[in-house]
């Protein structure tokens, strides 16, 4: 059994950048003397909560594709893939919270990061099961 070591490592930095994303709602929402429940009023709180919002619609698809390229392909690549996602993002965050108009790159890495691992894991799995059978 491959022990998966780097792309769990991968995962929980994923994760800690997840909710490094929450700390810097917290943040904003001090910065702007926005109280909880409140999500609107000052665009940096907006901008700040879309980004952890987003990051959250993408962690599944980016985890189960990191996950299972692991298992069906390769952990290294799996694991440089998933570095390059982690970059995407951040790059995504402090993008979009500064202008809105700088959050295109940093989506498009972690988009295609994701593609990736989730498309060539797809590819393994239906070529093992055109190969070798059930």
């Not at 109280?35 to 940096?44: E, N, Q, S, V």
């Not at 993408?58 to 998933?82: E, S």
């Not at 809105?100 to 070529?127: C, H, S, Y």
Request: aromatic share 10%; net charge positive.
């Amino acid at each position: 059994m491959q022990p998966h070591s780097w792309v769990a490592i991968v995962t929980i930095v994923a994760l800690l950048v997840y909710v490094w994303m929450a700390l810097r709602v917290a943040g904003a929402r001090r910065k702007c003397g926005i109280d909880a429940p409140t999500m609107t009023g000052d665009p940096i709180l907006e901008r700040t909560v879309r980004v952890q919002a987003n990051t959250l619609e993408w962690l599944p698809l980016f985890l189960a594709g990191l996950w299972l390229f692991a298992v069906y392909w390769n952990d290294l690549v799996a694991t440089i893939l998933g570095v390059v996602w982690i970059v995407g993002r951040v790059v995504y965050a402090l993008g979009y919270v500064a202008d809105p108009g700088k959050r295109e790159a940093g989506f498009i890495i972690q988009a295609l990061a994701t593609a990736i691992l989730l498309l060539g894991a797809l590819g393994r799995v239906i070529w093992i099961l055109a190969t070798v059978g059930a």
